[in-house]
């Protein structure tokens, strides 16, 4: 069975340019979520999502955003990029159940200049 | 003060130690705790899931969850160079998203041949 598949795995942008990541779940599974990891801050919760519907959002400022299409496959944005945005984005994906396990994608490594 | 604390490390054992890692939480409605192990340069992946107290054992993987205490332990028996990696602590609460997890901020284990 695939694992969660993230793209790009690298990517470098320029401050105030805008980034698009791309996450597909493993087979059946219908909830994604996202996650920012930081040396200073470790992983921290993006947000949610199960069959289309934004379930849960973290503490970031609206410059992040993200949706899920129908096929349960996800994408994030993030405009007016900072330096410090500046880390590894993962995405996680379950089946959704109370007691589902998260299973996580190797992330996309974006670095901010 | 974070909701979950963990220990950066390093913590360097010889092979064939019993390790111990060990998180804090402040949060008394964390109900599933898990641990999850990272290589340099890939996702997270799960190594332990347990709900509420108790002791769970997965061959040389110990679990343990002191919910009166706030504390959660991972114990690594005959541990082997190739157990050299972050190890992290998540929890979540029962009524918040199913995927919102809240990390320590990992311990970085080297285990010497």
């Known amino acids: 069975k695939a694992g969660v598949t993230q793209t790009p795995r690298y990517l470098i942008k320029t401050r105030g340019q805008q980034v698009t990541l791309s996450c597909s779940p493993i087979?059946?599974?219908?909830?994604v979520s996202w996650y920012q990891q930081t040396p200073g801050q470790g992983l921290q919760f993006l947000f949610e999502?199960?069959?289309?519907?934004?379930?849960n959002k973290g503490n970031f400022p609206g410059r992040f955003s993200g949706r899920q299409f129908s096929n349960s496959r996800s994408e994030m944005n993030v405009s007016t990029l900072e330096l410090g945005d500046s880390a590894l984005y993962l995405c996680?994906?379950?089946?959704?159940?109370?007691?589902?396990?998260?299973?996580f994608g190797e992330g996309s490594r974006l670095t901010v200049l | 003060q974070k909701e979950v604390e963990q220990d950066p490390g390093p913590l360097s054992v010889p092979e064939g130690a019993i390790v111990s890692l060990n998180c804090t939480y402040s949060?008394?409605?964390?109900?599933?705790f898990m641990w999850y192990r990272q290589y340099s340069r890939k996702g997270p992946e799960l190594l332990m899931y347990?709900?509420?107290?108790g002791n769970k054992e997965d061959g040389r993987f110990t679990a343990q969850v002191d919910k009166s205490s706030k504390y959660i332990s991972l114990f690594i028996r005959d541990s082997q160079p190739s157990d050299s990696a972050t190890y992290l602590c998540?929890?979540?609460?029962?009524?918040?998203?199913?995927?919102?997890?809240?990390f320590g901020t990992g311990t970085r284990l080297l285990v010497s041949p």
């Open positions: 999502y199960f069959s289309e519907t934004q379930r």
């Open positions: 998540a929890m979540r609460s029962r009524n918040t998203g199913f995927q919102k997890l809240v």
């Open positions: 949060n008394s409605a964390f109900q599933y």
């Open positions: 347990t709900y509420s107290s």
């Open positions: 996680a994906s379950s089946q959704g159940r109370a007691t589902g396990e998260l299973f």
């Open positions: 087979s059946g599974h219908r909830s």
